[in-house]
Nanobody, 131 residues
């Protein structure tokens, strides 16, 4: 059974940084797509950042320039580096895997839940940004 386990959440002040990690029992390079999604209270779950097996990345507009998704192959971890955090980033953050959308050029990893067809979710890690 595939297991995704997130860590690294916590409480920070605006402008602060956090580094989320996700370990995957199947190995981080086996899924076509891996990504981070988040859900704030009273809101729908949304895609934050995704990465394909070739290392191509996609970000939602609100985190561009502040968040960075990557893979630590030595430690078999999916990483989300979050800088300049804002109160609007407060949410439960989930690690996920999905099949991606194959194109002529590459495997695209969608940010929308409808297109991502997530097949595995982690249990989530809470991020709270407040002064």
């Amino acid at each position: 059974q595939v297991q995704l386990v997130e860590s690294g959440g916590g409480s920070v002040q605006p402008g602060g940084s956090l580094r989320l990690s996700c370990s995957a029992s199947m190995g981080i390079n086996k899924p076509t797509c891996m990504g981070w999604f988040r859900q704030a209270p009273g809101r729908e779950r949304e895609g934050v950042a995704t990465i394909n097996s070739e290392g191509e990345t996609w970000y939602t507009d609100s985190v561009l320039g502040r968040f960075s998704i990557s893979k630590d192959n030595d430690r078999n971890l999916l990483i989300l580096q979050m800088n300049d955090l804002k109160p609007g980033d407060t949410a439960m953050y989930y690690c996920a895997t999905g099949p991606g959308v194959q194109t002529v050029y590459n495997d695209v990893c969608p940010l929308s839940l409808a297109e991502a067809e997530v097949d595995h979710w982690g249990q989530g890690t809470q991020v709270f940004v407040s002064a």
